[in-house]
């Protein structure tokens, strides 16, 4: 029995990633032999015949396996070592990501459609001078709102990234529209294309810059340009299927204009909707503004950090631009203070490398970084910002911050710094605790993704000791 036993069980095993395992058993003439496993994503079967280094077919031993490679669409379309090598919210994004591409491939056809004729094309009376003209004007205006968009907006793509993915998408269909509209409308032709290009090279920044923050996101394997090979391999298939489509398509809708108009509107409520359920589908492990205010007011009201699933579901992605509380992260030490006593009445009661003002009245929030200040330092100057915003609104809070709110409620705006102050105290015994909730909870702390802007002070310490 014993014999039996070691011949049955497997000499040797392989896997690919997080595939299932295979055996490999010594067969009677001393050759081996691979288990016949089916490969989980494609539902494929059978064994991968692989002869020893060195040997042909006609060499002695029957043939083993070498490591496998990924089976046929997916070593093309999907980086290597998926599913492990992305983050879990992968798959979903890409397959809806796949179906905006696809209906905005269609969209622009029709849109090319309607600029080519607006310039002419077809027209034996059209001047090719005043087309040449049209079209370097149109593409010089997107080049200039290229470069205007980037320099404003740049540095706060990384911030809102699911926002301005969906922003820019929004703005293509835009875009498109005017495209579709300028021929009705010959006089204003010029202008009406000039302004679909300058959305579209705004649409050209926000969407690629996104796009790299989302591939930082995706990739877990230091395999950043993996992903983004793959994800252009998607979307050239995807735009080859739109192209495909798109000849049958067009000459069924070239005769009618209000037929046109109707397709079109069809598939910027497909693009806009696949859009939408490819951003809600991104899990977003680092906080922002957004994603911090939600889980601390959670954590404020119930004593419990929410996970990055349910805290990205609960994001609000149309109106993420504009939040409640003005909270700004490293601005200058001059814009605060003017004299040695408003520098001293500022960093009375600061411990922490960070110094905070706040303004009641405007519920804008300012806060000096010192050169010391890492990521949990950050951190808890937003963490202490929101606080003081969670001061002035609704909903329940634990006893020392129900207090403090009733004051600010009672008590004259020129009191601000005192509030500051002991909310400061009030942090150093409730922040620890935040801190590891968002770590138990599986959030990265060692990193964010808060707007912070680079300006760095040095101040002279405050003389009080700080409360534990």
Not at 56 to 78: H, I, K, R
Not at 274 to 297: C, H, P, S, W
């Amino acid at each position: 029995m014993a014999d039996v036993a070691r011949r049955e069980a497997p000499l040797c095993s392989e896997q690919f990633g997080s595939g299932a395992a295979r055996g490999c058993r010594a067969a009677a003439d001393g050759t081996l032999q691979w288990e016949a496993r089916g490969w989980r994503w494609w539902g494929l079967s059978g064994a991968f015949p692989a002869r020893p280094e060195g040997r042909d077919e006609g060499g002695v031993g029957a043939s083993g396996t070498s490591s496998p490679p990924l089976s046929g669409l997916q070593a093309v379309f999907l980086p290597q070592g998926f599913p492990d090598s992305v983050s879990p919210d992968y798959l979903p994004y890409q397959l809806w990501d796949s179906v905006q591409a696809f209906a905005s491939s269609l969209s622009g056809s029709l849109a090319t459609q309607a600029v080519l004729l607006g310039i002419g094309v077809g027209n034996a009376k059209a001047s090719v001078s005043a087309a040449t003209a049209t079209w370097l004007v149109k593409d010089s205006t997107g080049m200039l709102g290229r470069i205007v968009f980037a320099w404003w907006k740049g540095s706060k793509l990384d911030c809102n990234a699911k926002q301005w993915r969906l922003f820019a998408d929004i703005l293509n269909d835009v875009a498109m529209f005017l495209e579709i509209m300028a021929p009705i409308y010959p006089i204003c032709f010029t202008m009406t294309v000039c302004t679909s290009n300058l959305a579209k090279c705004i649409v050209s920044v926000a969407g690629g810059a996104t796009r790299a923050a989302l591939t930082m996101h995706q990739a877990r394997r230091n395999n950043m340009a993996d992903v983004s090979a793959k994800d252009s391999s998607q979307e050239t298939l995807v735009n080859l299927a739109g192209l495909l489509v798109s000849l049958l398509m067009l000459p069924l809708v070239s005769g009618c204009p209000s037929f046109s108009l109707g397709c079109f509107f069809f598939l910027t409520a497909l693009h806009i909707y696949a859009n939408y359920r490819a951003v809600r589908a991104l899990v977003m492990e680092t906080l922002n503004e957004g994603r911090l205010q939600l889980v601390l007011k959670h954590f404020l009201q119930r004593g419990e950090v929410l996970d990055p699933t349910s805290a990205n579901q609960m994001e609000p992605l149309w109106t993420g631009f504009w939040p409640s509380l003005s909270l700004s992260l490293g601005v200058p030490l001059h814009l605060l203070v003017s004299s040695v006593s408003e520098l001293q009445q500022l960093v009375e009661g600061h411990q922490e490398p960070y110094l905070l003002c706040w303004d009641q009245s405007q519920n804008r929030i300012q806060v000096v970084l010192s050169q010391m200040a890492g990521p949990e330092t950050i951190l808890r100057a937003a963490t202490h910002g929101l606080v003081l915003g969670a001061l002035q609104g609704d909903g329940p809070l634990p006893g020392e911050l129900q207090e403090l709110r009733n004051r600010v409620r009672a008590g004259p705006e020129k009191d601000s710094w005192v509030i500051v102050k002991e909310v400061h105290q009030v942090l150093d015994k409730l922040f620890p605790k935040f801190l590891k909730g968002l770590q138990d909870a599986g959030w990265k702390t060692e990193k964010h993704q808060l707007e912070v802007d680079e300006w760095r002070a040095t101040w002279p310490p405050s003389p009080e000791k700080k409360v534990l």
